[in-house]
């Protein structure tokens, strides 16, 4: 495994292996890096002759307010974790590399941005398609990984690749889970153990969403005032948003366009300091069958 952190040492690497006709994965992250991290290079490596690790806190996509000096690293783990999961290069840049200087080119993805995580972290999807986009110039990678817990990430960037017709696939992966639940996440290490067990709510919610749809009649806005009441029962919760609107496109869930969608059920509360985010995603079938339940029947009566 070759760990390089500039970005001429990057492009070499990636050229020995191109010139070999190798295809090449990418997966970027943030550091400090878990089972979730594990399963998109676990992924990767199925799919890529070169797999690829970027691991860089993006300033541009932290508020002035936010948690980028506290984020948590941990380079030798995440080294370990590289090597364990078959990694070839491993990238691993300060700050000063990526952004020489402040980066006057913006990269704005309209209408999905301004809401959901968007709306309550202005500027912040800005960022990650800046140094997305950055890092796939830097590497040229056939696929990317990205996992669905940022499931509006994964629509933002698969838009800006189709938008500007970027030669890369966009592979989302599944959401990696705790046994109990909660959604694998580099800042649950900062929950206290009664955060963690309230925390819980959202697996549960999320888990119900489709039967709590049907109970509702297939609307959107019960489910929404059903999952807020239960989260709600926790003490240590302090909701940013619950939301339930199409997915990818993050229409509200009524309508047209609704009815030929999936739809996203996406969470995100507050426990002490620490913001989590989760998701469902309601596919076409368990969205028909919350819509020919018997309240719903009765209300078109
Ligand atoms: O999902 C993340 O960890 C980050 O937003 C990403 C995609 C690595 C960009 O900094």
Redesign the pocket.
């Known amino acids: 495994m070759q760990v390089v952190t500039e970005i001429a040492e990057l492009k070499k690497a990636v050229a020995a292996h191109r010139v070999q006709g190798h295809s090449v994965g990418l997966v ?3 550091g400090y890096l878990h089972a979730g991290h594990a399963s998109l290079l676990a992924q990767a490596r199925k799919e890529s002759d070169a797999v690829v690790l970027s691991v ?1 806190v ?1 300033p541009t ?1 932290f508020g002035p307010n936010e948690d980028l000096d506290r984020y948590p690293r941990n380079k030798e783990g995440d080294l370990q974790l590289a090597e364990a999961n078959g990694v070839d290069i491993v990238f691993l840049p300060e700050a000063s590399e990526m952004y020489p200087r402040p980066s006057a080119t913006r990269i704005s993805v309209g209408g999905i941005t301004d809401k959901l995580c968007g709306a309550s972290r202005p500027g912040h999807f800005d960022g ?1 398609a800046l ?2 986009s950055k890092l796939f110039h830097l590497v040229g990678p056939d696929r990317a990984y ?1 996992g669905m817990k ?1 499931a509006q ?1 994964v629509a933002v960037i698969s838009r800006m690749v189709e938008d500007l017709n970027l030669p890369v696939e966009i592979v989302p992966c599944p959401i990696v889970r705790a046994e109990d639940g909660l959604a694998l996440s580099s800042r649950n290490v900062y929950l206290s153990a009664d955060e963690r067990a309230q925390a819980l709510v959202l697996s549960e919610t999320l888990r119900r969403a489709p039967e709590w749809l049907a109970e509702a009649g297939g609307d959107a806005e019960g489910l929404k005032a059903r999952i807020r009441a239960r989260i709600g029962e926790m003490p240590l919760a302090d909701i940013d948003y619950v939301e339930v609107l199409t997915y990818p496109g993050l229409a509200p869930a009524f309508g047209a366009e609704a009815a030929e969608s999936a739809w996203i059920v996406a969470l995100a509360v507050r426990f002490g300091k620490t913001r989590l985010i989760d998701n469902r995603l309601l596919t076409r079938q368990e969205i028909a069958e919350a819509l020919a339940s018997p309240l719903q029947a009765a209300k078109g009566e």
């Open positions: 970027p992250t943030m860089f993006n996509q990650v140094v997305v990205f940022d990430q």
